[in-house]
């Protein structure tokens, strides 16, 4: 094929200029243990400085999810595999994602388990991005988690108008920028439990739009299950 055709196809859809990627190592990468994480907001912590009530970062907010677990903190290797997913093509770590975060849910961090009235759903993205992309990242995530764990995943959320990407935005516009983007199903989920999946947690704007909306479906609880929770302030949870 001549270049200036293939040129013009690239144009036309962005995702064939995708090079096939490398098979996921996990090279750098530890397990962290339950107790580094708060179980509400996700943040790194020390021993001891979180409990089911929250942790120094989360304690004064409402929050409309139950519970919070992640893979990891924002970081290398981490940090690495997420951006490879969501920007260089590499889909194939939405399969490992997902069922580390199967592990992590049933790894006794929640302090009721789920059942299998549960019901996984990723945070939607606007057909104009997955058009873009070729995928929603936090679905291919939500899939694996929901085949691991033997539950069903549904679709429940719909973005109902394209937002600037929230990296492209100061902390400070992102909650403004994703009110009202998201749209639920009207389905009854009352006693089931949603786990509600997205790739990355920052100033948790885009979650707590998206967990707002599914509170109309009356879920029994929400647990948000994110591959790498960041500190917004750049500081890796630092006290500064
Ligand atoms: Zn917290």
Redesign the pocket.
């Known amino acids: 094929m001549s270049w200036p055709l293939r040129s013009l196809i690239y144009d036309l859809f962005p995702h064939n200029r995708r090079v096939e990627p490398d098979r996921p190592t996990l090279e750098g990468f530890f397990h962290e243990p339950a107790e580094a994480s ?6 790194s ?1 020390g021993p001891y400085a ?1 409990s089911d009530a ?6 004064q907010t409402n929050l409309p999810w139950d519970a919070m677990v992640r893979i990891g903190a924002y970081h290398e290797p981490l940090s690495e595999w997420v951006v490879a997913m969501k920007f260089h093509g590499s889909w194939r770590w939405g399969r490992w994602f997902g069922e580390q975060l199967a592990n992590r849910l049933k790894d006794g961090r929640l302090e009721e388990p789920l059942g299998t009235d549960t019901v996984v759903c990723p945070v939607a993205m606007h057909w104009k991005r997955q058009w873009q992309r070729g995928y929603n990242q936090s679905r291919l995530i939500a899939q694996s988690l929901a085949r691991t764990s033997g539950w069903v995943m549904a679709d429940l959320l719909h973005r109902t108008r394209a937002t600037t990407p929230q990296t492209h935005i100061a902390h400070s516009q992102r909650e403004r920028n994703v009110t009202r983007s998201f749209r639920a199903e009207h389905v009854d989920l009352t006693g089931y439990d949603v786990v509600l999946v997205d790739d990355v947690k920052t100033t948790g704007s885009t979650l707590r739009a998206a967990a707002n909306q599914l509170l109309s479906c009356n879920p029994r609880r929400i647990i948000a299950a994110v591959v790498a929770v960041a500190d917004p302030r750049g500081a890796d949870f630092k006290a500064v």
């Open positions: 708060c179980p509400r907001c996700g943040a912590v979180a929250g942790c120094p970062w989360c304690i």
